[in-house]
């Protein structure tokens, strides 16, 4: 099980760190255009330490919080930055023109912190969790270059059409430690969804850290019944630069391993959207591309304060598979698309949070800063 | 002259090379076994072990607190405190890594719902987690006068009452004759009997909450033996004790099984887990009536003065009182545990002195144990005392 690295792939290995801190530098510009604030922009949590004099009567649900911060620079990836942060891999043009787009992932054993102190040995793609959000145009063909440089046996499974060669099962692209694989087919059908390991046993795999959003765009000269739409969904077009799109993995961790979830948080960091809200730009509407990952517990939910959404359950359709609602819920793996403005809102902190109130508790919870247009 | 010393200061100077050596031994393994770290082989990657044990739990009105006691291989370090399934802010004193048997207040501004259960959970920085129920939410009795008072009336229902009125009926005893003297002292012995199993089964269960650091269960009996030791030995400075002196010893065990006693229901009652209503107050009361009859059997024969009545009785009663306030103000299990093993063993040392006397007191030596009258006393102390405890076991 525990085969040595080849030297050759180390070598890579640092040269696509590299490469990473790179991507990570330019999503941080991306993100900081967008609005989404590095600066200290703590919302209304008490601090810690003087908590234990306040009186009883002052015991608000500012004290109903983790205690600290995480460290997002040693863990290598921040929740709010994994938001706005697509990897859209490198693209080049096949023989019959058709567009290659390619994609490097590796699997890393990795100790995170998943909440304020905290330590989870995570296994991870790239080194974060959840692993890159992955995007693509529908019609492209894709080639994913995985190689393992973790401790057991991994695959990359996605949810997507392929053929039963490149479905990432045992038999079929899982990769042992120090070997590697490049799993390839088109991009299709146009939606949101996700890849994770498919490596036995697969709740230990998926709960350890190893998934992430895989998110194909829809081709605007495919859908003539809807290409507004279309455009609006496809990343790089002007219809695409008014949405502020945000990438969410609900996911949760078992820290003491008795198939019980101690943590529950969308992209990793319990109640690091309480810490530190999304701003969202009053004006712009807003699309997010929730997933839902959660081990041990069956279901999932997405409940937004004050507001309502469309939904696309698995972003497969240009119109939305459920209008006007406040909640949604989606099972182990079931992902969708919300859209939404505040447009009419007042500014203000707006909630959201899964309507199962037990995980809201154990730190999946968040809020939407919603401001004024940026000068 | 000068030969005697000089040859005894070289062997002074010998005995203490071979005493030094041994010790400079073990220094050098140990400098070894740290300088080199031979060891390393065992270390797999394993998170360390972790054992986390509550201690105290404090609810008042600026939320709630938790004593935690730190039993893991390495320091450890709390990072988040889960309530019901919910972070809650809280705040460490001292902060920082909990040493090895080292402890830590955890003072959270919970909101706890009087009379309702709650389900504490800390999670360390490794993902360990560690449970603790409060079983019913009450405020913690406080070192208030009205609350000292409060359970100083208990513990005199409870201790010191019994014991008067057991005393009491030392008149009509006077007037036993040699049957009734033996069926006195064996329901000393009986009921005495009982009190030490049922000591020793508390303290035993009260070890086994206390943290692993403290080895309950070796340390209650460790306690008890030593007692009794101690006991023995003081009680037979000048021969075996007889009359007041015995009626001492047992007014003693019993004062230290009731400062068990008190340490013990008064931590339930701090904890919540047991409330203390009126029927409880006289199930105790009654429980513990024999007690002054055993007190007062050795002393039959004599006529001490009034004062020693009052003496015994605070003895043997008074204990109770400084056992209600310790055991809800400041007591943890391992306290109250090694309290109840103190008194198991002062009660032993009182069976076996008791039984000697009534041994003296036949020219059937041992054989007076199987008596009728000494048969009847022992099953009448020891069925009287069962029978009583049902109304306190809950």
Redesign the interface.
């Known amino acids: 099980m525990d085969k040595p690295t080849r030297p050759d792939l180390l070598r890579r290995r640092s040269l696509l760190i590299g490469g990473l801190a790179a991507a990570g530098g330019t999503a941080i510009c991306t993100s900081a255009a967008l609005g989404q604030q590095q600066a200290s922009h703590v919302g209304h949590a008490?601090p810690?330490?003087?908590?234990?004099?306040?009186?009883?009567p002052?015991?608000g649900h500012?004290?109903?919080?983790?205690?600290?911060e995480v460290d997002s620079a040693v863990n290598g990836f921040d929740p709010t930055e994994m938001l706005t942060d697509w990897d859209t891999g490198t693209v080049s043009t096949l023989p019959d023109g058709r567009t290659l787009r390619t994609f490097e992932m590796t699997a890393e054993d990795r100790e995170i912190e998943i909440?304020?102190?905290?330590?989870?040995p995570a296994w991870t793609y790239n080194g974060r969790v959840p692993g890159p959000a992955l995007r693509a145009k529908e019609g492209e063909r894709l080639r994913i270059v995985f190689r393992n440089y973790a401790s057991h046996p991994h695959s990359i499974h996605f949810h997507g059409i392929h053929a039963a060669r490149m479905d990432g099962v045992p038999g079929a692209g899982m990769v042992d430690p120090g070997d590697e694989f490049i799993y390839e087919f088109d991009a299709k059908p146009f939606g949101c969804h996700l890849y994770h390991c498919h490596a036995m046993p697969l709740r230990r795999h998926i709960h350890k850290g190893m998934y992430g959003a895989f998110v194909i765009d829809p081709d605007p000269e495919r859908r003539p019944e809807h290409v507004a739409v279309a455009r609006s969904r496809l990343l790089g077009t002007p219809e695409n630069a008014g949405w502020q799109e945000l990438v969410m993995v609900m996911n949760a961790?078992d820290?003491?391993f008795?198939a019980e979830n101690?943590f529950y948080a969308v992209n990793t960091v319990?109640?690091a959207f309480m810490k530190r809200p999304i701003r969202i730009v009053k004006g712009k509407p807003v699309r997010i591309y929730l997933i839902n990952v959660i081990e041990f517990d069956a279901i999932n939910s997405f409940h937004l304060h004050a507001n309502f959404f469309d939904y696309y359950d698995q972003g497969t359709t240009l119109t939305p598979t459920l209008k006007t609602v406040d909640l949604i819920t989606q099972c182990q793996a079931q992902r969708g698309i919300l859209e939404f403005t505040f447009a009419e809102h007042e500014p203000g902190l707006y909630m959201f949070h899964p309507h199962q109130t037990?995980f809201t508790?154990?730190?999946w919870v968040g809020m939407f800063d919603v401001v004024e247009a940026l000068a | 002259m000068n030969e005697m010393p000089r040859a005894a200061i070289r062997a002074a100077k010998t005995n203490l090379v071979w005493l030094a050596l041994p010790l400079i031994v073990f220094g050098i393994a140990v400098a070894w076994l740290v300088s080199t770290d031979p060891l390393s082989g065992f270390r797999n990657g394993a998170p360390p072990v972790e054992n986390l044990t509550f201690e105290r739990t404090v609810l008042d009105?600026?939320?709630l607190?938790l004593l935690v006691r730190a039993g893991g291989s390495e320091p450890m370090?709390v990072?988040?405190?889960?309530v019901d399934?919910?972070?809650?802010?809280?705040?460490q004193?001292p902060p920082g890594p909990i040493a090895r048997g080292g402890a830590a207040w955890l003072?959270?501004?919970?909101?706890w719902m009087l009379g309702e259960a709650h389900a504490v959970k800390v999670?360390t920085?490794?993902?360990?987690?560690f449970a603790h129920d409060i079983a019913v939410a009450v405020p913690t009795p406080q070192a208030t006068t009205g609350q000292l008072r409060l359970q100083a009336l208990v513990g005199i229902i409870v201790g010191i009452v019994p014991v008067a009125v057991g005393l009491m009926f030392y008149p009509v005893l006077r007037g036993v004759g040699r049957e009734g003297m033996a069926f006195l002292l064996s329901l000393t012995i009986g009921l005495l009997g009982f009190l030490l199993v049922d000591a020793s089964g508390e303290a035993l269960e009260l070890a086994g909450e206390a943290a692993a650091i403290f080895q309950g269960p070796v340390m209650v009996v460790l306690a008890a033996l030593s007692s009794f030791l101690l006991l023995m030995a003081i009680g037979r400075r000048s021969g075996a004790p007889t009359g007041l002196a015995l009626s001492t010893y047992i007014a003693l065990g019993i004062g230290l099984h009731n400062l068990g006693e008190g340490l013990a229901i008064g931590a339930a009652f701090a904890a919540g887990s047991a409330g203390l209503g009126t029927f409880l107050v006289l199930g105790f009361a009654l429980h513990n009536v024999t007690e002054g009859i055993g007190i007062a059997a050795p002393i039959l024969k004599k006529r001490p003065p009034f004062s020693v009545f009052v003496g015994l009785t605070l003895l043997a009663g008074s204990p109770a009182v400084i056992g209600m306030w310790l055991g809800s103000l400041a007591a943890s299990a391992q306290w109250s545990a090694l309290a109840l093993a103190i008194g198991a063993g002062a009660i032993l040392q009182v069976i076996v002195e008791v039984g000697a006397y009534l041994m003296r007191q036949s020219e059937r030596r041992s054989d007076v144990f199987l008596t009728p009258p000494v048969l009847a006393g022992l099953a009448a102390g020891a069925a009287f005392m069962y029978a009583t405890a049902a109304l306190v076991k809950i």
């Open positions: 008490a810690s330490g003087a908590a234990g004099q306040e009186p009883m002052a015991m500012g004290a109903m919080m983790t205690v600290g909440a304020p102190g905290i330590k989870f961790f820290t003491n008795d101690e319990a109640h037990e508790e154990l730190g | 009105d600026s939320g607190s370090t990072a988040q405190v889960q399934d919910a972070y809650w802010q809280f705040a004193d003072k959270l501004p919970f909101p999670v920085n490794t993902g360990a987690t």
